[in-house]
């Protein structure tokens, strides 16, 4: 198949999955092309059926606001029909499925299949704003297929934005050749001293993390234990974060590392991941902990139920609850043999549940029904019946693929 990928290129979880699914497809024969402002930041240097298309803003004195979704359009236009897409994957509602969408128009009502997958925020927080609501209940309406990465965000699109249509759940997945073990004697003598358990959080520090809960957590943890705390990622609450680590006097302890390529060396490097959000639709961060057998401490909040099992795999806690949090994580840092049944099962639990392989394979079936789903100017219309809700409701667990 022909595959355009159009995503968020930066750091972020949908991105970063994004990237690796076309990876993926691409490694599977498949003709692939990123669409986007700049090279999505997983994707490696050159793979000879993968094509990065930059959408160039053009500014204008007029343009306050340089109107990057045309230009996203106007790129997705061109190389749908210069390449003959059979699919055009977006992930990320707002601007994607729009641009998508336009570019569609552009094209006659020929080009691409649409497949629009849900990553969380631009659901939950971006969706849910007023000015950004109908455009992306009408992106979700107008796709061929939607997906979403958890049971959970499936069921809150259902809910949010009512749409007349089926959505489906593919969850992430994870490259568990990368995210595996690591021997890290040097990397963790780098980080600290021998003898002191390592935590790690990866993200890219937004609000909805909530990392000053992280370094609270932490400094309790250290209060009873010689340990220290790895912060991968960057954003707008890293300055409140070291207000904090200085507030609880473990400053000292915490290593701000700034926004990293090599994620896994510090998941597999370490001894706890830490993930206390408001909400996670899924927490791509904590499978790659979980693939490398580094269990997760996470909340009781969002799609992470679905990936971190409590007491099994890692510890759930309720949103904000940092002294439960801190003393479970004690006690279960205090027990090396514990720890590391758990992080063997995490391991596991990735390998068996959430695979590069099995997924990937789901999305292609996807790509394969929608391509089969009858052509025409309504396609994608909800009156013709063709991705319908007819057969679900918000809640309806049989709609989940895994
Ligand atoms: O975590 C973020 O804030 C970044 C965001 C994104 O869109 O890049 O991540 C979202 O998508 C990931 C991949 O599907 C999910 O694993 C994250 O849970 C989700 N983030 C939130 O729901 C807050």
């Not at 060396?265 to 639709?281: A, I, Y």
Request: proline share 6%.
């Amino acid at each position: 198949m022909r595959i355009g990928i159009s995503c968020h290129p930066t750091y972020g979880g949908s991105g970063a999955l994004a990237t690796q699914l076309g990876v993926a497809l691409a490694d599977r024969g498949h003709e692939v092309h990123f669409l986007s402002y700049a090279r999505p930041a997983r994707l490696a240097d050159f793979h000879p059926n993968i094509s990065f298309h930059e959408a160039r803003v053009s500014s204008y004195p007029l343009f306050r606001y340089p109107p990057y979704d045309l230009a996203l359009a106007s790129v997705m236009r061109e190389v749908s029909e210069v390449h003959r897409l059979d699919v055009m994957h977006v992930h990320y509602a707002i601007p994607h499925a729009i641009s998508a969408i336009l570019s569609r128009a552009m094209l006659g009502g020929g080009g691409p299949r649409i497949v629009t997958t849900l990553h969380g925020t631009d659901i939950t927080i971006v969706g849910a704003d007023g000015a950004y609501f109908h455009p992306t209940r009408y992106g979700i309406e107008s796709s061929d297929a939607v997906t979403t990465v958890s049971n959970w965000l499936r069921d809150e699109s259902l809910r949010i934005f009512q749409p007349d249509r089926a959505i489906r759940v593919v969850h992430n997945f994870v490259d568990t050749d990368r995210f595996r073990p690591h021997d890290c004697v040097d990397t963790r003598r780098g980080l600290g001293s021998d003898d002191e358990v390592v935590l790690a959080h990866v993200s890219n520090f937004r609000p909805v993390k909530r990392l000053a809960d992280v370094v609270r957590i932490f400094a309790r943890v250290s209060r009873a234990m010689p340990a220290r705390l790895v912060l991968a990622g960057d954003g707008p609450e890293r300055p409140r974060a070291e207000k904090v680590a200085r507030d609880e006097g473990v400053f000292e302890r915490v290593r701000f590392l700034g926004e990293q390529e090599a994620v896994e060396r510090v998941l597999g490097c370490s001894d706890l991941f830490l993930l206390p959000s408001d909400h996670e639709s899924f927490g791509l961060a904590a499978l790659e902990a979980m693939s490398c057998a580094v269990p997760v401490l996470g909340t009781r909040s969002g799609g992470l139920p679905e990936v971190v099992d409590d007491e099994v795999t890692g510890l759930l806690v309720d949103v904000g609850d940092v002294e439960t949090a801190a003393r479970r994580s004690i006690a279960l840092l205090q027990d090396p043999a514990r720890r590391r049944a758990m992080g063997a099962e995490a391991r596991r639990r990735a390998v068996d549940r959430f695979a590069e392989e099995d997924v990937v394979s789901q999305y292609e079936a996807l790509y394969g029904e929608v391509l089969d789903a009858p052509l025409g100017p309504a396609r994608g219309d909800p009156a013709r019946g063709d991705p319908a809700r007819s057969d679900s409701g918000p809640s309806d667990p049989d709609q989940a693929s895994s």
